[in-house]
């Protein structure tokens, strides 16, 4: 039978943790599943979590009146979303919706935080971690605002 | 390429069909008296518009065919009148030019096909090429990466090339309404929905430059040679054999000695504002 420990040590964002580091997070996830079209959140939700994707993708959106659900980002099999439990106001900035049926793992972010918080050892670890995709988040953003595809003028 | 005369007279053909890509993209396809034109994957040919100007536009048909098909985004004069071309109407070629894709020299290879926006015309030559000595191949994959869901051109072929079970083709756009179902974001993170063996893979990249940088080092981060990756080129080609100087590009001549270079050669290049 696979353990919890055991797939969340698979997922790319937790891969190489220290055993014990990866215990406690442990602790804090659960598997979740969400059917095509489900709201796994909303934008100004409480966010309490962030999500690894192990199957399924996942739209990142914002909607725009007039213009309805407009997709910034897809997530899918290794990748995570969620970063907005991590600091104040800890509200979700964006939608997110199963494109497919999704399988992912949730980590409660206030039992993290909370974990963090006793243990920095432990928060520098996931906060380095965080603070990586954020820049790989960033850099990717930069790229699609320059619209590279666009016309030249 | 033949003589002088080939190289500096155009031929005078006339338009046969023309197809609509997307706004700002058409497909021409061209018949020339001299009959169907000889060119290997990767190469360009100096259109004109008569009365208008010249411009280096990518051939982007199946060489097996012979056909000559030309895919043209409207940006400028030049383009725009080509773009307008009505079958029937003239049209000046003079080429083939330049180095294309070695598509033969990466047979046994796993292959990687990378475009960005109007970039996946010039890599159309080389994925029919590797598509007809299919088992002679590896894996293929086909990254594709474009503004929008309505900007993505030859979009028939990639939904046909996707059905297929030995092929790999993964779309992404930079933004999408709700009804699109495939990948939002940039193409780089496409690499990494492929599994292909580092060291025998060869990567076919062509797209904006600043695409085609963070792709070679997106690959270069998954152990890929920069010897085996190899990058299409785009300068200010005229005369499209090397004389005139305008598509200098350091030590080369990107419509003699490129179009297509390997990154190796050019990394160095690539990083310098002037040129």
Redesign the interface.
């Given at each position: 039978m696979e353990t919890l420990e055991r797939i969340l040590g698979e997922q790319p964002f937790f891969a190489g943790l220290n055993p014990e580091f990866l215990r406690l997070a442990t602790g804090c996830a659960n598997n979740v599943r969400f059917e095509a079209g489900e709201f796994i959140c909303k934008e100004d939700d409480p966010a309490d979590r962030f999500y690894l994707v192990r199957h399924g993708?996942v739209?990142l959106?914002l909607f725009a009146p007039g213009?309805?659900?407009?997709?910034?980002?897809?997530v899918?099999p290794?990748e995570m979303f969620g970063m907005s439990w991590i600091a104040p106001p800890y509200k979700w900035t964006y939608d997110a919706r199963a494109?497919e049926l999704t399988r992912a793992l949730a980590v409660d972010g206030v039992c993290l935080r909370e974990k963090c918080d006793h243990d920095h050892d432990l928060g520098y670890e996931l906060m380095q971690r965080f603070l990586s995709r954020t820049i790989e988040s960033l850099h990717?953003t930069r790229?699609?605002l320059?619209?590279?595809?666009?016309?030249?003028? | 390429m033949g003589g002088l005369e080939d190289r500096t007279i155009p031929r005078v053909g006339r338009v046969s069909a023309r197809r609509i890509e997307s706004s700002?993209v058409v497909t021409l396809d061209v018949e020339t008296p001299e009959g169907p034109m000889r060119y290997a994957p990767g190469q360009f040919n100096m259109l004109t518009a008569f009365g208008v100007g010249e411009s280096a536009i990518s051939i982007s048909g199946d060489p097996a065919s012979g056909r000559l098909v030309h895919t043209v985004?409207?940006?400028g004069p030049v383009s725009r009148a080509l773009c307008n071309l009505r079958p029937g109407d003239a049209i000046g070629v003079r080429g083939p030019f330049g180095v294309g894709w070695p598509i033969a020299t990466a047979e046994t290879r796993d292959l990687l096909f990378v475009a960005?926006?109007?970039g996946l015309a010039p890599l159309r030559p080389a994925i029919h090429a590797a598509l007809a000595k299919r088992s002679r191949y590896g894996k293929i994959a086909i990254l594709y990466?474009?503004?929008s869901p309505d900007?993505i051109i030859f979009r028939r072929e990639l939904e046909a090339w996707r059905g297929r079970f030995d092929l790999q083709v993964e779309a992404?756009v930079?933004?999408?309404?709700?009804d699109?179902?495939?990948?939002?974001?940039?193409v780089?993170?496409l690499i990494?929905?492929v599994e292909f063996d580092a060291e025998q893979s060869t990567a076919f990249v062509c797209?904006?430059e600043?695409?085609m940088r963070?792709v070679a080092q997106a690959l270069v981060a998954r152990e890929m040679r920069e010897n085996d990756i190899l990058l299409s080129m785009e300068r200010n080609m005229k005369c499209g054999y090397g004389q005139c100087g305008h598509c200098q590009f350091g030590p080369y001549f990107v419509c003699r000695d490129g179009p297509v270079f390997a990154y190796e050669a050019i990394k160095s290049l690539m990083a310098l504002r002037e040129i």
């Amino acid at each position: 039978m696979e353990t919890l420990e055991r797939i969340l040590g698979e997922q790319p964002f937790f891969a190489g943790l220290n055993p014990e580091f990866l215990r406690l997070a442990t602790g804090c996830a659960n598997n979740v599943r969400f059917e095509a079209g489900e709201f796994i959140c909303k934008e100004d939700d409480p966010a309490d979590r962030f999500y690894l994707v192990r199957h399924g993708h996942v739209a990142l959106q914002l909607f725009a009146p007039g213009r309805g659900a407009m997709t910034f980002q897809t997530v899918g099999p290794g990748e995570m979303f969620g970063m907005s439990w991590i600091a104040p106001p800890y509200k979700w900035t964006y939608d997110a919706r199963a494109l497919e049926l999704t399988r992912a793992l949730a980590v409660d972010g206030v039992c993290l935080r909370e974990k963090c918080d006793h243990d920095h050892d432990l928060g520098y670890e996931l906060m380095q971690r965080f603070l990586s995709r954020t820049i790989e988040s960033l850099h990717a953003t930069r790229v699609q605002l320059l619209d590279v595809y666009g016309a030249k003028v | 390429m033949g003589g002088l005369e080939d190289r500096t007279i155009p031929r005078v053909g006339r338009v046969s069909a023309r197809r609509i890509e997307s706004s700002d993209v058409v497909t021409l396809d061209v018949e020339t008296p001299e009959g169907p034109m000889r060119y290997a994957p990767g190469q360009f040919n100096m259109l004109t518009a008569f009365g208008v100007g010249e411009s280096a536009i990518s051939i982007s048909g199946d060489p097996a065919s012979g056909r000559l098909v030309h895919t043209v985004r409207a940006i400028g004069p030049v383009s725009r009148a080509l773009c307008n071309l009505r079958p029937g109407d003239a049209i000046g070629v003079r080429g083939p030019f330049g180095v294309g894709w070695p598509i033969a020299t990466a047979e046994t290879r796993d292959l990687l096909f990378v475009a960005g926006g109007l970039g996946l015309a010039p890599l159309r030559p080389a994925i029919h090429a590797a598509l007809a000595k299919r088992s002679r191949y590896g894996k293929i994959a086909i990254l594709y990466g474009a503004r929008s869901p309505d900007s993505i051109i030859f979009r028939r072929e990639l939904e046909a090339w996707r059905g297929r079970f030995d092929l790999q083709v993964e779309a992404t756009v930079d933004h999408a309404l709700d009804d699109w179902r495939g990948h939002v974001g940039v193409v780089t993170k496409l690499i990494s929905h492929v599994e292909f063996d580092a060291e025998q893979s060869t990567a076919f990249v062509c797209g904006p430059e600043i695409m085609m940088r963070f792709v070679a080092q997106a690959l270069v981060a998954r152990e890929m040679r920069e010897n085996d990756i190899l990058l299409s080129m785009e300068r200010n080609m005229k005369c499209g054999y090397g004389q005139c100087g305008h598509c200098q590009f350091g030590p080369y001549f990107v419509c003699r000695d490129g179009p297509v270079f390997a990154y190796e050669a050019i990394k160095s290049l690539m990083a310098l504002r002037e040129i």
